[in-house]
């Protein structure tokens, strides 16, 4: 396995310090000692690395990375990648899948890379952090990335917020986007709709007047305000439909207790929203029947 001179950095202090792209790195020779710094830089054989188990993003835009690799073979690697040592000649990244993927596309057979000591839920939360702050994850990768911290890392939402660089609200209005049809999450994923779309939708209750809006969304091309506008007449609707109901209801229940008082039975009583129903009067015997039609008059 190639290796160039091993390079003490100030990197690997932390999480804040492995996700800073400004960091200054001085080189100097040191001596390999197992635990001389919590982080080392070091060219890794790139046939030695394996991918990343934990990565969250699964869609990778091929000509945007034909594109890195060709600014990798005459830039370099500005930014090295991030891996874990498993055995003497074995890797595992934990991030920087892209940079990695370009490399190889470009021909390089050796990357530099910062070499972590990290337990299978510290590479977790570093590789989903790391992508959720660097690459340009799509809104339903971000949502799946917050849930498997709260989940997996076990993090409260203050926390992740604060992890992340966010408030409780913007996580909270990700992590929202989960409870969307799989045809809509999709659609956000593939940049059908956007994000603003997605949160209008998210307010309707009914999933049927979701899916019902979203082709409404995709068919006429809406703009996010046309169709928060069309969710809020959809609220006002539902709420006038709903003290309408009520009140018919109400009135149908008071007619079915008189009825059942001057009949002397329980009396049902039915009613549609157009003022269409029925009436049933049931009797227990034949007594019974000619004691009801006494009071019919027949």
Request: glycine content about 4%; proline content about 3%; charged content about 30%.
């Amino acid at each position: 396995m190639a290796k160039s001179k091993k390079k003490k950095s100030v990197l690997g202090r932390g999480l804040g310090a492995l996700l800073s792209d400004t960091e200054a790195v001085q080189e100097e020779n040191v001596e390999e000692q197992p635990s001389a710094e919590p982080s080392t830089i070091d060219e890794i054989d790139i046939d030695h690395i394996e991918v990343n188990p934990f990565q969250p993003r699964t869609d990778f835009d091929q000509e945007a990375l034909q594109e890195l690799a060709v600014s990798i073979k005459v830039q370099g690697i500005i930014q090295p990648i991030t891996v874990r040592q498993l055995n003497e000649q074995t890797f595992q990244l934990i991030s920087g899948e892209r940079r990695l993927q370009a490399s190889r596309l470009a021909g390089l057979t050796t990357i530099p890379a910062y070499i972590r000591t990290a337990d299978d839920q510290q590479m977790l939360e570093m590789a989903l952090i790391e992508n959720i702050q660097r690459e340009n994850l799509n809104p339903i990768e971000i949502a799946l990335s917050y849930q498997r911290l709260l989940t997996e890392c076990d993090l409260k939402q203050e926390e992740l917020g604060d992890r992340v660089g966010k408030n409780r609200t913007t996580v909270t209005n990700y992590l929202r986007l989960l409870k969307l049809p799989p045809v809509i999450q999709a659609a956000l994923r593939d940049k059908k709709i956007s994000m603003g779309h997605a949160r209008a939708i998210i307010n309707i209750d009914n999933v049927e007047v979701q899916l019902s809006v979203f082709e409404k969304i995709v068919r006429e091309g809406l703009s996010v305000r046309a169709v928060e506008e069309l969710v809020r007449n959809l609220g006002q609707s539902k709420n006038k439909k709903s003290t309408t109901s009520t009140s018919q209801s109400f009135e149908i229940k008071k007619l079915q207790t008189q009825l059942s008082s001057h009949f002397g039975t329980k009396i049902q009583l039915r009613a549609n929203e157009k003022n269409k129903g029925e009436i049933k009067i049931p009797f227990h015997s034949v007594e019974d029947l000619n004691r009801i039609l006494e009071i019919l008059n027949l």
